[in-house]
């Protein structure tokens, strides 16, 4: 029987315009009601969560920043770990050499150097993967995700760097280039002491070793005195392994990558198709 649920968010919970469907608030409410508990196992910070999240009234635990902070459903953060200074230094000289923008994922928020640079490269990823979609229209969405993750603009990063009580939970970094992202994936992995995933095609996703959504979710069921083969868990991409590897019940989105389907034990449908509430139901009813 399922006991804990816990579903990825981007490409995942939120369908193509980033919403909740009244379809997947309905199956967690479902799942609520039979004494199943719910989280959220994202990329994204608590600020960015709780945004969507409040919009649909969905009360729940989060596992934020790829398993580098763990918080109640109130928002008290009940675990964290990041990355200091000296190895921060060490991933960020890898972006600048190659001169591939990167946002940094701190406690004390979200920050960015350029943040023009930022919207113009999230502008280019979503009018790519989607040509029909109105530039302008486009641009107006990602300025929206700059303004509700409370990103903040500083020179440079350096003074973070050296902050006495330095604490990066993660380096999010976009490119086009497909092969750029390859190689410098592969220069990261080099670095002690770090993770380095991905969410989505053109990003890179960099943590602490021990911040992965799978080691997060094993912390969040051991606190609940719940198996981890009782356990769903639901994604779309590579940051998402981690829990695959340990639930008993996992599920790939239809829209996932290959890579993904191969590894879960299910196949639901895609995020613009009620994935998630398919997922649910499927075992629960």
């Excluded at 050499?97 to 943040?115: H, S």
């Excluded at 992965?212 to 606190?223: D, F, N, P, R």
């Excluded at 198709?273 to 649910?280: S, W």
Aim: net charge negative.
């Amino acid at each position: 029987m399922v006991k804990c649920i816990a579903s990825d968010m981007d490409g995942t919970l939120l369908n193509s315009q980033g919403l909740i469907s009244a379809e997947n608030k309905r199956a967690i409410q479902l799942a609520k009601e039979k004494g199943i508990e719910f989280l959220v196992a994202t990329g994204r910070s608590w600020e960015e969560a709780r945004y969507v999240l409040d919009k649909e009234e969905i009360d729940c635990a989060a596992i934020c920043v790829n398993g580098a902070e763990i918080r109640s459903s109130k928002g008290d953060i009940l675990y964290s770990i990041g990355m200091d200074g000296e190895t921060a230094e060490k991933v960020a000289k890898v972006f600048d050499e190659v001169g591939m923008y990167f946002e940094l994922y701190t406690p004390e928020g979200t920050f960015t150097a350029d943040e023009e640079l930022g919207i113009q490269s999230l502008v280019d990823i979503y009018h790519t993967a989607d040509p029909s979609e109105d530039v302008d229209k486009i641009r107006d969405s990602v300025k929206r995700r700059f303004t509700h993750s409370s990103l903040r603009v500083v020179d440079q990063y350096q003074e973070i760097f050296l902050a006495k009580n330095c604490h990066i939970y993660k380096f999010l970094a976009f490119s086009m280039d497909e092969d750029l992202l390859l190689t410098v994936s592969e220069r990261l992995k080099e670095i002690e002491g770090i993770h380095v995933t991905s969410s989505g095609r053109h990003n890179i996703e960099v943590g602490h070793s021990e911040a992965q959504k799978g080691i997060a979710l094993k912390k969040w069921t051991e606190k609940l005195g719940i198996s981890l083969q009782d356990t769903m868990a639901i994604g779309d991409n590579y940051n998402d392994l981690s829990m695959f590897e340990i639930v008993g019940h996992s599920f790939a989105m239809g829209n996932a990558e290959q890579a993904i389907k191969e590894v879960c034990r299910y196949i639901t449908d895609t995020n613009s198709e009620d994935g998630v509430a398919k997922a649910i139901r499927k075992l629960i009813e």
